[in-house]
């Protein structure tokens, strides 16, 4: 069984930074691509950031582009997501997860999940 575990949330001001880091455990498995996602209360979840191999390739979300760097190894199943400048608006569970065979935005590209990190940004 895999287990995606992310930890670095909490509860932050205005215009501060958080880090959160997520790591594969379990049975052995290769990922093509990891990702991280959010969730709101009362909305979807939505897609925040992707990294494929090493770092040489990733994708962000507008809403967060220029404030979040996603950086990590996926052939390690390790990745890291480092939140600047944030806002209100970013507060939100939020999930990481691998995936197998795309790199994509959509949940359903993505094989394993989290159980995700509570991030709390207040004005």
């Known amino acids: 069984q895999v287990q995606l575990v992310e930890s670095g949330g909490g509860l932050v001001q205005a215009g501060g930074s958080l880090r959160l880091s997520c790591a594969a455990s379990?049975?052995?498995?290769?990922?093509?691509?990891m990702g991280w996602f959010r969730q709101a209360p009362g909305k979807e979840r939505e897609f925040v950031a992707v990294?494929?191999?090493?770092?040489?390739?990733?994708y962000y979300a507008d809403s967060v582009k220029g404030r979040f760097t996603i950086s990590g190894d996926v052939n390690k199943n390790t990745v890291l997501l480092q939140m600047n400048s944030l806002i209100p608006e970013d507060t939100a569970v939020y999930y990481c997860?691998?995936?197998?065979?795309?790199?994509?935005?959509?949940?359903?590209?993505?094989?394993?999940w989290g159980q995700g990190t509570q991030v709390t940004v207040s004005s």
């Open positions: 997860a691998a995936s197998t065979r795309y790199s994509g935005t959509n949940l359903q590209d993505y094989d394993y």
């Open positions: 379990g049975r052995t498995f290769s990922s093509y691509a």
């Open positions: 990294i494929r191999g090493r770092g040489s390739n990733s």
